[in-house]
């Protein structure tokens, strides 16, 4: 068996046999990697703290045959914060879970790593509207795993000149935006404000600890989140849990 050190997330947690846990982390390392943590279930055990979701920790583990083993964790953040506020977890959840969703195994790439890692942190402080950074989050992960929008050229041809009347067609299938020669091959096109295409240019491209301060109304968020949710879904092919609570705590609120 080998032993190998990382630094990583833990993205996904669950029971697994009596006292033990399977956690999923994302890491610098590796990428995702998937281990049992034994005997983490028990409320004194030395891996029961690490193995909380959105602990971020820097820990050692054995390879084996089908499942790696767990076998020391540290805790550099556990991200409290984030536990004890029911918005803030909905949304580093659904960020968790869509990484869990989008990335394959043992995808070496640091990336993802880095942007959940600042993700995790923007949303624990206070007084910081969560709803652009997720969508910053959100097209820069799919953008690091090779699924940018194409949000400037036509997807159908290229053509930069994608304007119609006050707006554009946008193609979640497809991948992107549309001219308005090309068809949408029955895929199905919805149509997205100059001003939506130019928030989600803006938190694609830009920095994102200033994802803040794209300022997103209600009707733009709302425009956004039609056309981001139906392009991620495009890309996962199954809904995720974690998004249809963040929907409805959304809704509740108004
Ligand atoms: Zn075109």
């Known amino acids: 068996m080998a032993l190998y050190n990382v630094d990583g997330i833990v993205i996904r947690v669950r029971n697994f046999q009596e006292a033990d846990k ?7 390392e590796e990428g995702k ?35 790696d083993t767990l076998s020391q964790a540290e805790i550099v953040e ?16 659904y960020a968790c879970e869509l990484a869990d969703a989008l990335l394959p195994e043992r995808q070496r790439q640091e990336a993802p790593f880095l942007l959940l890692l600042t993700s995790l942190h923007l949303w624990s402080e206070p007084d910081r509207d969560p709803e652009p950074l ?8 799919l953008s690091m795993l090779g699924f940018r929008p194409s949000l400037a050229a036509c997807v159908g041809c290229g053509s930069e000149a994608v304007q119609q ?21 029955g895929e199905g096109a919805m149509r997205l404000s100059l001003g939506a295409l130019e928030s989600m ?10 994802a ?36 409805a705590l959304r809704s509740s609120k108004g």
């Open 165 to 185: 009347g006050g707006g554009v067609r946008f193609a979640p299938v497809l991948g992107g935006v549309l001219c308005p020669q090309c068809p949408d091959e």
């Open 22 to 28: 399977i956690v999923v982390l994302l890491t610098r």
């Open 78 to 93: 556990s991200f409290r914060q984030l536990r004890e506020d029911l918005v803030r977890m909905a949304y580093a959840t």
């Open 201 to 210: 240019k803006r938190l694609l491209d830009g920095d994102i600890r200033r």
């Open 212 to 247: 803040h301060m794209v300022r997103l109304s209600g009707e733009l968020a709302a425009e956004i989140d039609r056309a981001l949710s139906a392009y991620i879904l495009a890309r996962t092919e199954r809904r995720l849990k974690s998004k249809e609570f963040l929907d």
């Open 33 to 67: 990697v998937e281990a049992v943590a034994r005997g983490a279930r028990r409320p004194r055990n030395r891996l029961a703290a690490a193995t909380q979701l959105f602990s971020h920790v820097r820990a050692q583990l054995f390879s084996g045959r089908s499942l």
């Open 134 to 141: 997720l969508r910053a989050y959100e097209l820069k992960l």
